[in-house]
């Protein structure tokens, strides 16, 4: 009888809950309606659906709601390719078809340039979509839960420290999951000195070569190595790079390398690329190409010309745009990323590019002072943007170009307002669709000196 009483209860909680429709999307791709006269954001909602949502947050200017029930669902609604998804949280909009994605993506671009870079009149293309936007994603992260009895590698579940122990991802290649599956036997098998206080684990994968790399990270090194096991482990992946450790709380400190090596490699438009456990690569090569395509045309390479490439990582940009022009400068602070865009010169024969190691605020004057000029700098900073100091500095260097690699649109929108207060004008953005099925977007901006010499 509770039973019944309690679903009476919520059905009825459902029924007296509020209604609205919702007319766009949040820049986190939540459904946008209306509640009591001020905006309501509700996740898993999309655009032009009513429906009934339960308040979980009420501020002054704003609330957050919880979808309860879809009363009128729209077309571009479709089933989520995913069992966890709602659990998850590394994906924000598989129930919506590809186009709505699009859609969604596009909107939150030029709502950043207009709102946040006061930037009306700046071009902006059509987002370049991904030809298949599955199995993409060539690097995840995974967290360990060891117990007395057992161990377990997974995501994290939305907005929780709760492992999510997921059988499959429709955004990872599919030998993911069986070496995770190994890895996890690996880790759950070391007793005594050989084992391993491993936190998390990274999975990378070579696209065009098949290469698998692991990373462990871990609290510290094991006081011996079980040999055996690991050839074990080698032996069941033929493709396997190498297995490394990193100490999460010293990233500094020296990597411990179990098997093989602590790279993989990666090749991308013809240009070979050796890519450090440590290092940041792009994790959807086939959109890369499309990147590196963009970036080429909008810098315009000529035999003559300086190139200037800043957080320029293990040099993908570097190496590719190298043969083009005169000679390019690349410019990171991660040291092992710098040793590895100096050994990728080596594997590509692109002598003409010099490498150094440092913030860019703080390596652009020393290049200055040493008479260097840039006919065109590409950046491309992390999520959080550049800084004012170091877009200040590049417009010290009076480039004809900059093209502008941005992973956020908000900070690509406030670092175009600073560089048009310099002279600089955002010709055109594009949008490239790097992260399909999440509400990450990649854009492109091609900026120019008002006055070029």
């Not at 996890?184 to 070391?190: P, T």
């Not at 994968?205 to 055996?228: I, M, N, W, Y």
């Not at 959109?287 to 909008?298: H, I, K």
Request: one cysteine or more; aromatic letters at 8%; a neutral charge.
């Amino acid at each position: 009888m509770n039973g019944w009483v309690k679903q009476l209860r919520e059905k009825k909680a459902v029924i007296d809950s509020p209604i609205t429709t919702i007319q766009g999307y949040s820049h986190a791709g939540e459904g946008v309606g209306r509640f009591q006269g001020k905006p309501v954001f509700i996740p898993l909602a999309a655009r032009g659906e009513t429906v009934r949502f339960a308040i979980t947050e009420e501020k002054k200017d704003f609330a957050r709601g919880k979808l309860l029930e879809i009363v009128e669902p729209a077309s571009w609604r479709t089933t989520p390719q995913c069992n966890t998804y709602q659990n998850c949280g590394g994906c924000h909009l598989l129930h919506l078809n590809y186009e709505e994605q699009l859609y969604f993506k596009q909107q939150r671009v030029i709502s950043a340039l207009r709102r946040i870079g006061r930037l009306d009149n700046v071009a902006i293309n059509p987002i370049l979509r991904m030809d298949n936007p599955w199995h993409y994603r060539h690097t995840a992260r995974f967290h360990i839960n060891k117990t007395e009895y057992s161990l377990e590698i997974g995501y994290y579940r939305l907005k929780s420290h709760t492992l999510e122990q997921i059988k499959d991802c429709p955004l990872l290649p599919d030998d993911f999951f069986r070496l995770r599956n190994a890895i996890a036997e690996f880790l759950g098998s070391l007793k005594g000195s050989f084992r391993i206080p491993a936190r998390q684990v990274v999975l990378r994968k070579g696209r065009a070569t098949g290469d698998l790399l692991v990373r462990l990270l871990a609290d510290d090194f094991p006081v011996e190595t079980d040999r055996e096991s690991i050839s074990a482990l080698a032996a069941e992946f033929p493709n396997l790079r190498g297995i490394v450790i990193s100490l999460i709380n010293r990233p500094e400190a020296p990597e411990m390398i179990l098997f093989g090596h602590n790279y993989y490699t990666e090749i991308i438009s013809e240009t070979k690329f050796r890519i450090p456990a440590g290092a940041f690569f792009q994790n959807n090569p086939a959109q890369t190409e499309v990147l590196l395509r963009t970036v080429s045309t909008f810098s315009e390479p000529q035999p003559h010309e300086t190139l200037i490439d800043l957080y320029c990582g293990v040099g993908l940009f570097a190496h590719s745009l190298a043969p083009m022009v005169k000679r390019v400068y690349g410019i990171e602070e991660n040291k092992t990323a710098v040793a590895a865009a100096v050994e990728n010169a080596d594997i590509n024969g692109t002598g003409n590019t010099v490498f150094i190691r440092g913030e860019v605020e703080n390596a652009l004057p020393l290049l200055a002072k040493q008479g260097i000029t840039a006919d065109t700098v590409i950046l491309d900073p992390p999520r959080q943007g550049s800084t004012p100091q170091a877009l200040r500095e590049i417009c010290n260097m009076s480039p004809n170009r900059i093209v502008y690699v941005s992973c956020d649109p908000a900070t690509l929108a406030r670092d175009l307002a600073l560089l048009a207060k310099r002279g600089y004008e955002t010709i055109v953005v594009q949008p490239v669709d790097m992260f399909p099925h999440t509400y990450h977007v990649e854009c492109i901006a091609l900026i120019k000196r008002d006055n070029p010499t």
